[in-house]
């Protein structure tokens, strides 16, 4: 079996070059550590992260404060400039969870809308075993 990996071609696989697993279950995404999050602010960039394989998640979220905000999981939609919410929505306005369906290839963010914005922000996105 070959695959891609750091920008190279039909890469074997090995004990060297084992199959990519980020997003697979074995170790969450980490969205945010210890952010702030200003209102209007998002996370882990304005260009978001990408999610390699899809599935059912858990996205989890804790802050030493939200701000009176609203913290919500948003995907980039295919014309690569909008970005869409989550269906149900993702959002969160204190420490807690939400379980949401991501599609292979997802490029996913975090955003904060309202109130004075978030302090101490941690958010992790899991892969929930099948």
């Known amino acids: 079996m070959r695959f891609a990996v750091n920008g190279q071609r039909d890469t074997a696989v090995s004990a060297a070059n084992p ?3 980020t997003g697979s279950g074995s170790s969450p995404i ?13 996370q882990p960039t304005a260009a ?14 804790i802050a030493t404060s939200f701000g009176g905000g609203t913290l919500s999981l948003q995907a980039l939609a295919p014309d690569n400039t909008t970005w869409i919410a989550f269906d149900p ?3 969160l306005t204190a420490n807690g969870g939400v379980n949401v369906g991501i599609p292979d290839g997802a490029t996913v963010r975090m955003a904060m809308t309202g109130g004075t914005g978030g302090t101490g922000v941690y958010a992790t996105l899991s892969r929930i075993s099948a």
């Open 19 to 21: 199959l990519p697993t």
């Open 30 to 42: 980490v969205l945010a550590s210890n952010a702030a999050m200003a209102a209007g602010s998002f």
């Open 48 to 61: 978001g992260t990408l999610v390699a394989r899809g599935g059912d998640y858990r996205w989890q979220v």
């Open 89 to 91: 929505v993702a959002s």
